[in-house]
């Protein structure tokens, strides 16, 4: 069974970095291309970024509204996706949802699996 | 980078069809025929319903059903139940790695 579990959302100042963890299993998490997307309270979804695989380089993408303050990075040793949100804003309060790219593992553009999402508040 | 244009929300009897469109550009929809569509019950995650545009996973019931054609897609929900009540959104792919959610559409089955 595909499993994807968010963790580290909290309550944060504006300016400060918080990073986010997305734990997966019950698939070769390597070989898939993994992507985040925020939802901020009582709005609608929002895709924040995206990192290929590996084998298409391990790249990332941004959204407009995010870039330069947000990186995400891989552990394939782990099958862990994160997400590093710097110079936080009272904006970027929302729950962030990590999803799997699929259904297949390559040239797939679908967010097929999601986690539950964590709650990500910023306010001073 | 706009997002999608759904209505806000959208309404039907147990048992009639519905369907919710969504609007993009030549550089989103229009481009690629890989829209999906995301349902999303109160604090849940939303689940895929349809993909590239017509396709449906396994284990989503028939009916759902998703069309595109130009800058334009659409999702139909045939046979109306109140389990389908939910929060629905469309989603394309915009190339290079980036993808465009639309504002959502709201259905109440009366």
């Known amino acids: 069974e595909v499993q994807l579990v968010e963790s580290g959302g909290r309550l944060v100042q504006p300016g400060r970095s918080l990073r986010l963890s997305c734990t997966t299993s019950g698939f070769t998490f390597g070989d898939y291309a993994m992507s985040w997307v925020r939802q901020a309270p009582g709005k609608g979804l929002e895709w924040v970024g995206y990192?290929?695989?590996?084998?298409?380089?391990?790249?990332?993408e941004y959204a407009a509204s995010v870039k330069g303050r947000i990186a995400i990075s891989r552990d394939d040793s782990k099958s862990i996706a994160y997400l590093q949100m710097n110079s936080l804003k009272t904006e970027d309060t929302a729950v962030y949802f990590c999803?799997?790219?699929?259904?297949?593992?390559?040239?797939?553009?679908?967010?097929?699996?999601w986690g539950q999402g964590t709650l990500v508040t910023v306010s001073s | 980078q706009s997002a999608l244009t759904q209505p806000a929300s959208v309404s039907g009897s147990p048992g009639q069809s519905i369907t919710i469109s969504c609007t993009g550009t030549?550089?989103?929809?229009?481009?690629?025929?890989?829209v999906s569509w995301y349902q999303q019950h109160p604090g849940k995650a939303p689940k895929v319903v349809i993909y590239?545009?017509?396709k449906r996973p396994s284990g989503v019931s028939d009916r759902f059903s998703g069309s595109q054609s130009g800058n334009r897609a659409s999702l139909t929900i045939s046979g109306l139940q109140a389990e389908d009540e939910a929060d629905y959104y469309c989603c394309s792919y915009a190339g290079s790695g980036t993808w465009r959610f639309g504002g959502g559409t709201k259905l109440t089955v009366l």
């Open positions: 590239e545009g017509t």
């Open positions: 030549s550089s989103d929809v229009g481009s690629y025929n890989l």
């Open positions: 999803t799997r790219v699929g259904p297949w593992a390559a040239g797939s553009t679908t967010f097929d699996y």
């Open positions: 990192i290929r695989s590996k084998a298409y380089g391990g790249t990332t």
